[in-house]
């Protein structure tokens, strides 16, 4: 009896395992199927991360997945959401900076469309965005259109029909009127796990001609960028933290000047300088200011004379008048310098700029010191080359010359120097 009991115990628990992963699946599968709110709820979430998957990303994944093996990006290969929208409106401002849409008179936004997996407030959300893009980097006027976004409802046949201006024509046509509007832009933001699509197009309110269209994929942002040789932080607009960054400009260059000198004769007023240049760039690097240091030093200090042969007569002179001072053979020069770029909204490296800079400051030697001003003329070459052209002027000054106070020469002089731009 015992063993007959025992035997059916075995064999109950012996179902009871088989049938329990049965169970499971039903179990999940019935669970997923009474859920469809919570996998729409988890849709509408803010999406945070796009992944941003390469030809041979993909295929590391195809690898993995074949060998049972899962595929984990890496955080290099995870961007923010955030920071590709940035980086598509940064796009878009480029453009705008251009002037592709200053020819229009005035502009209103009409409508925004989002993807399904974006919350409806961001609609709006991307509307500012885009409005204050066009607002800091266009002339064109920005209308508010209240009446595009309002609904009215009319009876029809007993039955209630709602309309707006966006499916309405004919109310678009007396908003558009009432408010003087000539164009109307319509923004889409679509989003996907791999990347984002940001596309504008403009009309006109009277013609209904499309004026302007653009569309911009994260997939190919900054490879038009690159293509142009265009800095990308120049349009990069998002900053990491509210403390203003400031960007630096540091040059060094070598060069050849002729200087007045306290004394001697012509060979003394050439000099080989040493040039350091540190600025801050500002007001869209249109202008830059800073410190300039010069570091120049005599010819006759290291051109001797040339090797030669035969006999030549020499004699040494005995100076025994009134004391003078000797042509100084270093030179250093420190100046307060502004400059003022003219390279348009965007700085493009593959194009020659040109710039103007004004410095006032002094120059000093042993027992020398004497106010100077400087101007000049540079000429970008490339993204690291800079080629300057300055004029000097030297006021006068009082040097001291064993117990008496000597003026020495004021005059004008210039340099030529070539710049690496760090």
């Known amino acids: 009896m015992f063993f007959v009991i025992k035997s059916v115990a075995v064999f109950l628990a012996s179902v009871a395992l088989l049938g329990s992963p049965v169970c499971f699946a039903v179990d999940q599968q019935q669970a997923e199927q009474s859920s469809p709110s919570r996998r729409n709820q988890s849709q509408q979430q803010i999406p945070k991360r796009l992944t941003s998957v390469k030809s041979n990303q993909k295929q590391s994944q195809k690898s993995q997945s074949v060998s049972g093996g899962s595929y984990a990006p890496s955080n290099s290969e995870v961007r923010q959401f955030h920071d590709v929208l940035n980086d598509l409106l940064s796009e878009f401002t480029y453009d705008v900076k251009q002037g592709q849409v200053n020819g229009l008179k005035n502009l209103s936004i009409r409508r925004v469309d989002i993807s399904d997996t974006l919350p409806r407030t961001y609609e709006q ?15 064109v006027k920005l209308l508010n259109c209240v009446p595009c976004k309002s609904k009215s409802s009319t009876m029809v046949e007993g039955k209630l029909m709602i309309t707006s201006p966006l499916t309405n024509l004919q109310r678009m046509d007396e ?124 010819t006759s200090d290291f051109l001797k004379a040339y090797p030669s042969e035969g006999t030549s007569s020499s004699s040494t002179t005995t100076y025994t008048g009134k004391r003078r001072p000797l042509p100084y053979k270093y030179l250093l020069g420190v100046h307060g310098l502004l400059a003022r770029n003219f390279v348009g909204s965007v700085e493009i490296y593959d194009k020659v700029r ?41 006021t006068q000054s009082s040097i001291l010359v064993g117990t008496d106070f000597q003026s020495s020469r004021a005059g004008g002089g210039g340099d030529l120097a070539l710049s690496y731009n760090f």
């Open 125 to 139: 959300y991307v509307e500012l965005l885009v409005s204050e893009r066009l607002r800091e980097n266009s002339k």
């Open 354 to 394: 040109h710039g103007v800079h004004l410095g006032v400051g002094g120059v000093a030697s042993k027992g020398y010191l004497a106010p100077s001003v400087r101007a000049g003329y540079d000429l970008y070459l490339g993204r690291r080359f800079v080629a300057s052209f300055d004029a000097h002027y030297i």
């Open 175 to 298: 908003a558009a009127n009432q408010l003087g509007i000539e164009n109307f832009m319509d923004v889409v933001l679509v989003y996907h796990t791999t990347h984002m699509v940001l596309a504008f197009n403009v009309f006109n309110t009277q013609s209904k001609e499309l004026t302007w269209a653009r569309t911009y994929n994260s997939e190919t942002l900054r490879s038009n960028y690159q293509r142009m040789a265009v800095d990308f932080n120049q349009v990069d607009k998002s900053r990491k933290s509210d403390v203003y960054v400031p960007e630096y400009k540091i040059m060094l260059g070598v060069g050849g000047s002729q200087l007045p000198n306290v004394a001697g004769n012509e060979r003394d007023k050439s000099f080989l300088g040493v040039h350091i240049r540190a600025l801050e760039k500002f007001d869209n690097r249109r202008l830059d200011f800073g410190l300039s240091t010069s570091i120049w030093t005599n």
